[in-house]
């Protein structure tokens, strides 16, 4: 867990000021997650698992290979449709495909005053809530200079109010994707190491 934790400190100011994660676990955040985990009773465990009509494995194996693409892509010398390729598939794997399969169930399930909790909680609200619509329904491009995304969503509940334009600038964006790739790692090896 010691290089998700460097990974995830890089962002220790947004994590204390827009995930509210107090200064003393910023720097051992992975870890301090992964202990969380693994204080969950074997009956919440097997409720994270048995959720899940995809087996963890495989889940493991789909978080490796997105993975492995993003650093042979990294490698390449960048190009308008590689680069394109990884905003989709980044944002799809980081918000759509990990919010109902895992932040909901860890939201449900770890105590309210865990960093876990805390971490899903802001993955599961706006702007990142707003943001995980968008691209679950085809709302967004790239801003004008490509220094982030542009995007519309209902602030609440759809067709109960209109569709507001919003906006995520690169180094905003960047910091939602590691944290959420940081939950999953963290939880489906510790959950895998546990099981």
Same mark, same amino acid.
């Given at each position: 867990?010691?290089?998700?934790?460097?990974?995830?400190?890089?962002?220790?100011?947004?994590?204390?000021?827009?995930?509210?994660?107090?200064?003393?676990?910023?720097?051992?955040?992975?870890?301090?997650? %992964? !202990? =969380? *985990?693994? +204080? /969950?009773? %074997? !009956? =919440? *465990?097997? +409720? /994270?698992?048995?959720?899940?009509?995809?087996? /963890?494995?495989?889940?493991?194996?789909?978080?490796?290979?997105?993975?492995?693409?993003?650093?042979?892509?990294?490698?390449?010398?960048?190009?308008?449709?590689?680069?394109?390729?990884?905003?989709?598939?980044?944002?799809?794997?980081?918000?759509?495909?990990?919010?109902?399969?895992?932040?909901?169930?860890?939201?449900?399930?770890?105590?309210?005053?865990?960093?876990?909790?805390?971490?899903?909680?802001?993955?599961?609200?706006?702007?990142?809530?707003?943001?995980?619509?968008?691209?679950?329904?085809?709302?967004?491009?790239?801003?004008?200079?490509?220094?982030?995304?542009?995007?519309?969503?209902?602030?609440?509940?759809?067709?109960?109010?209109?569709?507001?334009?919003?906006?995520?600038?690169?180094?905003?964006?960047?910091?939602?994707?590691?944290?959420?790739?940081?939950?999953?790692?963290?939880?489906?090896?510790?959950?895998?190491?546990?099981?």
């Amino acid at each position: 867990m010691k290089h998700l934790d460097k990974q995830i400190s890089y962002w220790e100011h947004k994590l204390k000021s827009q995930v509210k994660i107090p200064a003393e676990y910023c720097g051992s955040l992975a870890s301090s997650i %992964q !202990n =969380e *985990i693994g +204080s /969950l009773t %074997q !009956n =919440e *465990i097997n +409720s /994270l698992i048995d959720y899940n009509p995809v087996d /963890l494995k495989s889940r493991i194996e789909e978080l490796q290979a997105f993975q492995s693409m993003m650093d042979t892509f990294n490698q390449m010398k960048p190009r308008p449709e590689i680069v394109r390729t990884q905003v989709i598939t980044q944002n799809y794997i980081c918000f759509v495909y990990l919010k109902d399969t895992l932040f909901e169930l860890l939201k449900k399930t770890m105590p309210s005053d865990s960093l876990t909790n805390k971490c899903c909680k802001f993955l599961l609200n706006n702007p990142v809530r707003a943001f995980r619509n968008s691209i679950a329904h085809g709302n967004w491009k790239y801003k004008s200079d490509f220094s982030g995304l542009e995007f519309w969503a209902h602030k609440g509940v759809p067709n109960q109010e209109p569709m507001y334009k919003w906006e995520v600038h690169q180094d905003d964006l960047s910091f939602w994707q590691a944290l959420s790739r940081m939950i999953a790692y963290v939880t489906y090896l510790t959950i895998n190491k546990i099981k």
